[in-house]
């Protein structure tokens, strides 16, 4: 992952995804920081291999802000859950990614990733989805990074998630796949797999299980 080990802030670290990217994270040797809310969360990052470090995705972006000291990469993967309701959605999903956003900018991070979902773009789809105000967050906020920042993003957008094993194995053209499914594991390897250089790579990519590596198919070989 180039020729020093860098420090990355995940936000959402407690998450399914957020705690496997943890995990691969820091196996490679990097200073990983998983975002907590609680003491029970700080005992998880450290399971996994992680710091943690307190995030208020409710507060303002000067405390985000102050959050970041001492980082250089940022990977946002939370979301507000589906078990809380649409303002949740609002909040956390939409409004904290965004000033998470203005946050690292304010700081000078320029590296950033952003866990979205397929069918993002695609309004006619919201509406058949059943969790609409889901996606019009996720819209919103994957919009704001591409035209309201000057980041250096990468915008991973998966299919429907699963908790089956990893495969290690991908295609970014899910349109020409059978499987609309994603491990949670391979999200997350995924997810680390872009922060390495990768100049061939697009801003937004969608993924599905499929036949090829994750690191083939992300261009890094």
């Known amino acids: 992952m180039g020729g020093f080990l860098m420090t990355t802030l995940v936000i959402g670290a407690h998450g399914r995804v957020g ?4 995990k691969d994270l820091a196996a490679t040797g990097e200073t990983v920081y998983g975002s ?3 003491d029970a969360q700080v005992t998880t990052m450290k399971t996994l291999g992680g710091q943690a470090r ?3 995705l409710m507060g303002s972006v000067d ?4 959050a970041m000291a ?3 990469r940022i990977i946002f993967t939370a979301g507000s859950g589906g078990n809380t309701g649409d303002d949740m959605t609002l909040n956390i999903d939409l409004d904290g990614a965004i000033k998470t956003m203005m946050a690292a900018e304010k700081v000078g991070i320029k590296r950033f990733v952003l866990v979205s979902a397929i069918g993002t773009d695609d309004r006619a789809f919201w509406n058949k989805s059943g969790i609409r105000p889901y996606y019009v967050a996720k819209y919103y906020a994957d919009q704001w990074l591409q035209h309201r920042t000057n980041l250096d993003y990468t915008i991973v957008r998966p299919g429907i998630l699963t908790d089956a094993a990893a495969t290690g194995k991908i295609t970014l053209d899910p ?3 059978a499987s609309k499914e994603i491990t949670r594991a391979d999200v997350a390897a995924t997810v680390v797999a872009v922060l390495a250089p990768a100049p061939k790579l697009p801003k937004i990519i ?3 299980n499929d036949a090829t590596p994750i690191k083939t198919a992300v261009d890094l070989n």
């Open 19 to 22: 705690q496997f990217i943890v």
């Open 36 to 38: 907590v809310r609680n």
């Open 63 to 66: 405390d985000l802000a102050a």
């Open 206 to 208: 969608s993924i599905v």
């Open 54 to 56: 307190p995030v208020d």
């Open 70 to 72: 001492g980082i250089d």
């Open 175 to 177: 349109s020409a796949s």
